[in-house]
């Protein structure tokens, strides 16, 4: 297949090459070749389109990854899986015209001070090459990538590069109308001129953030630009940089989106957001401002409303550990309190508790700051603190509701813990989080409050101690032995989605006897252990052992 000459993939010449490889059977060759309309596509496409089984590979079929990768090596060009998480997006936009890029088919993913990197589909088509590198006055080094992926890419980022030029032009533009509801896509059609552009990269920004599993949105003012930044499975990815006046704008109108204050800039501010992509589920997002000294800092944190209806054991909350959690959920009164850092998956866990709870025979309340998820099955208190309602206040107005169940978002001072403990010995089932690194610190962390310790023994009937993990991808975890193919679903970084490690401590008689003035953490956690508790730790090991986690993970949660 190597040639000196310039010229496109031919698809017999790859079909004589795969079975050349003993990567295709002679059958196959005959049915890709009856297929019609070969000229309007890559012939890579046609080939992949048939599912045609790998002769190398049993129980694998010869997708366009794979047939991208055997090209790669057949003609001694790197492999690319474009992932736009991993390009700068601002910088290369910049680089080769969409008419040039369009004709060529090609897409430029990395540039620096010697050299500009290309992904082509096409490994012989050579024409733009000296064009480009004069123009550029830079080398260029080639890779190759999946056709489909090119194109796809291509019209995002010119668009999404369109977008961003013409809103730093008009960066005085109006916000457009109020809404509650985005439907992404929608607005544009509707959007005056002067604001088209802000509304086309806000639907973007909201719409990759969902297509890339992101829990948070961070769009981050700097002095001389914005940054845009996605939380994905726990870490940070930096996805575009806007310039400065751009990411302003966009602040201002996810602000008036989320009905919130636009002209206020020198205080925090939350607001919600509800958004869908076209014919899918509703995702609900909550808005938070934060003044810096280059303007405002703006968060969007993703729910999906799918965790509510998630069953335990997607959580990761399984097995024994399960049954104990829901037969402490059939309790009639007492406290159950759910701990972790910030970021350990309590609110999920609580959530899906109380979804299964509010029955219509029950009065389930909540108060919260802010409320996390709108849920009709609930009836949900927001902390005000300028009118005076804390979440003692709010605690002492929801007992005057006839309430069944109680949900405390925070347990954060002494006068909550006093009346969420008053709460639970007066008859109601409470749920409520606070901030520890363990199951037993909880009861030393109520006692630091100021609480009784005959309330703590009188009312206290489970604690709950959780953190989040990143779990090991499924497609391509016990992929080893074969070829290195990018992986698509986690784009090969080994782990998709995350998961729970939980560790439960329902206080057994001897516990509750050692709670006093001199309670000593050591000797609750011995207790603990002689009751049954099984650590966070020894769950990470359990979650090793099923193939769902690595212990680099566990260990990076239990230290």
Not at 326 to 344: D, M
Not at 418 to 432: R, Y
Request: glycine share 8%; aromatic share 4%; net charge neutral.
């Amino acid at each position: 297949m190597h040639t000196q000459d310039s010229h496109d993939l031919d698809l017999k010449r790859l079909l004589d090459a795969l079975l050349a490889d003993r990567r295709l059977q002679p059958g196959d060759v005959l049915r890709a070749l009856e297929q019609p309309n070969q000229c309007s596509s890559h012939p890579l496409e046609i080939i992949a389109s048939l599912n045609l089984s790998d002769q190398q590979r049993p129980g694998h079929v010869l997708d366009l990854d794979s047939l991208c990768q055997w090209l790669a090596d057949v003609v001694q060009q790197p492999f690319v899986r474009l992932d736009p998480l991993q390009i700068d997006l601002a910088q290369v936009g910049s680089l080769i015209s969409r008419a040039f890029a369009d004709r060529h088919g090609i897409l430029a993913l990395a540039v620096d001070v010697h050299s500009v990197t290309v992904a082509s589909a096409q490994p012989f088509q050579r024409e733009w090459e000296h064009d480009l590198a004069r123009s550029l006055g830079k080398r260029v080094q080639r890779v190759l990538a999946s056709p489909v992926h090119i194109r796809q890419l291509s019209q995002s980022l010119f668009r999404l590069a369109h977008s961003v030029q013409g809103a730093g032009l008009q960066q005085d533009a109006s916000l457009g109308e109020l809404e509650q509801l985005l439907e992404l896509g929608k607005r544009q059609g509707e959007a005056g001129a002067e604001d088209a552009h802000i509304v086309h990269i806000v639907d973007w920004l909201l719409q990759y953030a969902i297509e890339q599993r992101a829990s948070d949105i961070h769009l981050e003012p700097r002095r001389e630009q914005g940054q845009l930044r996605y939380r994905i499975d726990g870490l940070l990815h930096t996805v575009y940089a806007f310039p400065l006046a751009v990411t302003l704008a966009l602040v201002s109108r996810l602000k008036h989106l989320g009905r919130m204050d636009v002209a206020e800039k020198r205080r925090p501010q939350d607001g919600r957001l509800k958004t869908r992509l076209a014919g899918e589920m509703e995702v609900e997002l909550r808005l938070s401002t934060l003044p810096t000294p280059f303007g405002e800092k703006l968060v969007l944190r993703l729910f999906d409303p799918q965790q509510l209806h998630e069953d335990f054991d997607r959580l990761g909350l399984d097995g024994e550990l399960r049954h104990r959690w829901q037969a402490l959920l059939r309790q009639r009164q007492g406290i159950i309190l759910v701990t972790g850092p910030t970021g350990s998956g309590k609110t999920s866990t609580l959530y899906a508790s109380l979804k299964r709870l509010a029955t219509p025979k029950v009065n389930l309340c909540t108060i919260e700051d802010p409320i996390e998820r709108l849920e009709p099955a609930f009836n949900q208190l927001q902390v005000q603190p300028g009118l005076d309602l804390g979440f003692a206040n709010g605690v002492r107005a929801l007992l005057r509701q006839d309430p069944d169940i109680i949900m405390i978002g925070e347990i954060r001072d002494r006068e909550t813990a006093q009346v969420a403990m008053q709460a639970a010995l007066t008859g109601h089932l409470v749920l409520s989080t606070l901030h520890t690194n363990d199951a037993c610190a909880a009861i030393v962390r109520l006692q630091e409050l100021g609480v009784a310790d005959y309330l703590i023994k009188a009312t206290l009937i489970g604690v709950m101690a959780q953190r989040l993990v990143r779990t090991l991808c499924a497609t391509c975890k016990g992929q080893s032995e074969q070829p290195p193919i990018p992986c698509r679903a986690c784009r090969s970084t080994g782990y998709l989605g995350r998961i729970g490690l939980f560790e439960l401590l329902t206080p057994g008689a001897a516990l509750l006897g050692s709670i006093g003035p001199a309670t000593d953490l050591a000797e609750l956690r011995q207790h603990a252990l002689r009751d049954g508790l099984r650590d966070l730790r020894s769950d990470g090991e359990a979650k090793i052992a099923r193939g769902l986690t690595s212990l680099s993970e566990v260990l990076s949660v239990c230290s």
